[in-house]
Nanobody, 124 residues
Framework: QVQLVESGGGSVQAGGSLRLSCASSTYIYSSYCMGWFRQAPGKEREGVAVIYIRSGSTDYADSVKGRFTISRDNAKNTLYLQMNSLKPEDTAMYYC?????????????????WGQGTQVTVSS
């Protein structure tokens, strides 16, 4: 059982930055695919960014390319999402997710484990 805990959310002005963290209860093995998802009120959950741990290969939603960066620190069992140039449309609950046995690692892929989320609010 993988337990994930997000932190780092908050309220910022448009154009600002936040760094989200996701602490895993287990070592982040090289086989893992890990990612960040978000859900705004009244909208479907969408994939934001994913990373395949073994290779470091990443995939991003078009809406965040060039602004968000996903990374990991395996020694700390932690996943990060650096969010720059934030826009009001980035406002959502952000969730960390992990798949220890990925068939593929992309924003549209399935994930087995989820955190409880951290709220990001961007004001205009």
């Amino acid at each position: 059982q993988v337990q994930l805990v997000e932190s780092g959310g908050g309220s910022v002005q448009a154009g600002g930055s936040l760094r989200l963290s996701c602490a895993s209860s287990t070592y982040i093995y090289s086989s893992y695919c890990m990612g960040w998802f978000r859900q705004a009120p009244g909208k479907e959950r969408e994939g934001v960014a994913v990373i395949y741990i073994r290779s470091g290969s990443t995939d991003y939603a078009d809406s965040v390319k060039g602004r968000f960066t996903i990374s990991r620190d395996n020694a700390k069992n932690t996943l990060y999402l650096q969010m720059n140039s934030l826009k009001p449309e980035d406002t959502a609950m952000y969730y960390c997710a992990a798949n220890p046995w990925p068939q593929r690692c992309a924003v549209g892929a399935s994930f087995a484990y989820w955190g409880q989320g951290t709220q990001v609010t961007v004001s205009s």
